[in-house]
């Protein structure tokens, strides 16, 4: 069964910057492509960023483009999300996923197949 635990959320004030971190158990982590969502309070689950099997590729959410990074660490399991110059509308739960070995660059929620539990980031004003 594959387990994914989210870590590095937080309060935090705009321009400051958070890592999340995403370790994966239970699949071999690096036959799939990993990514990023959040939730903010009434709106739907949106895509973020994602990272390919190897690390090469990636692909982020235009309003995150050159403040957010994902990156992966094979060899530990675990993906990160650096979060820079953090704005109030970054505000939601954050979830990590494990993309489908049939997706190598996922984008759309029904090509992740795993979901962890999620991890809150505010960012005040």
């Known amino acids: 069964q594959v387990q994914l635990v989210e870590s590095g959320g937080g309060l935090v004030q705009a321009g400051d910057s958070l890592r999340l971190s995403c370790e994966v158990s239970?699949?071999?982590?690096?036959?799939?492509?990993m990514g990023w969502f959040r939730q903010a309070p009434g709106k739907e689950r949106e895509f973020v960023a994602a990272?390919?099997?190897?690390?090469?590729?990636?692909s982020y959410l235009d309003s995150v483009k050159g403040r957010f990074t994902i990156s992966r660490e094979n060899a530990k399991n675990t993906v990160h999300l650096q979060m820079n110059s953090l704005k109030p509308e970054d505000t939601a739960v954050y979830y990590c996923?494990?993309?489908?070995?049939?997706?190598?660059?996922?984008?759309?929620?029904?090509?992740?197949?795993?979901w962890g539990q999620g991890t809150q980031v505010t960012v005040s004003s």
């Open positions: 239970g699949r071999t982590f690096s036959s799939y492509a």
């Open positions: 996923a494990a993309g489908r070995l049939t997706a190598p660059m996922p984008r759309t929620a029904s090509d992740f197949a795993s």
């Open positions: 990272i390919s099997r190897s690390g090469i590729s990636t």
